[in-house]
């Protein structure tokens, strides 16, 4: 029980514990980058350590790790991500205050599932279009050209390309994220992360 430890200590502990979740959220998004990026899966998975991080950690956390998570992706494995990264920011902060405030219930993990979806949708799209001509990134382009190869205008096959994945991606994302806390569910981490379970 964390009540019963000096201050410093709690302090100590929780230190340690937001450094390494941190430092997982960021290897936990590179790897399922990394991972979809090599075996060309309609999914992205770079940003389950990024909302992870939102929840535990709060927004500007959540950011930073989207931000870190978006340039080493960008490096490592497409130079492309670069120009998605501020969508992985904006993940980590709308998840962090959304949890900040209401309570971890599924509820509020489908609907923040949904307002991710929705934004990651827009701003993907007009990424995918305007900077890369509608084709960016594995996945993405074996879907956008299977639609445009069947009659489907550009614009609109990017839109329905970015809304597919999306939904598998970030369904994905948040259920990884719940499995995760669900684990970690006990006490003392929750009193550690401040984190609001019913």
Do not use: C, H, Q, W
Request: aromatic residues 12%; without cysteine.
């Amino acid at each position: 029980m964390l009540r019963s430890r000096r201050p410093e200590e709690i302090k100590k502990e929780k230190m340690n514990v937001y450094a390494i979740t941190f430092l997982l959220s960021i290897l936990v998004n590179v790897i399922g980058g990394y991972s979809i990026y090599l075996f060309s899966l309609p999914a992205y998975l770079d940003t389950v350590g990024t909302i992870l991080s939102g929840v535990l950690m709060g927004p500007v956390i959540g950011g930073v790790v989207g931000l870190i998570s978006g340039l080493l992706l960008s490096v490592l494995v497409n130079p492309a991500n670069l120009y998605f990264t501020p969508i992985n920011i904006l993940i980590g902060i709308v998840t962090g205050v959304i949890f900040r405030k209401y309570y971890f219930t599924l509820k509020n993990i489908i609907l923040t599932a949904v307002l991710v979806i929705v934004f990651s949708v827009i701003l993907g799209t007009l990424i995918e279009y305007f900077v890369f001509g509608g084709f960016a990134g594995k996945p993405l382009v074996m879907i956008t050209e299977g639609l445009v190869s069947a009659g489907i205008d550009l614009i609109i096959a990017v839109k329905i390309s970015n809304l597919f994945t999306n939904i598998l991606d970030k369904f994905l994302s948040f259920a990884f994220v719940f499995l995760i806390i669900s684990i970690m569910d006990n006490y003392e981490i929750i009193e550690l992360f401040n984190l609001k379970i019913k």
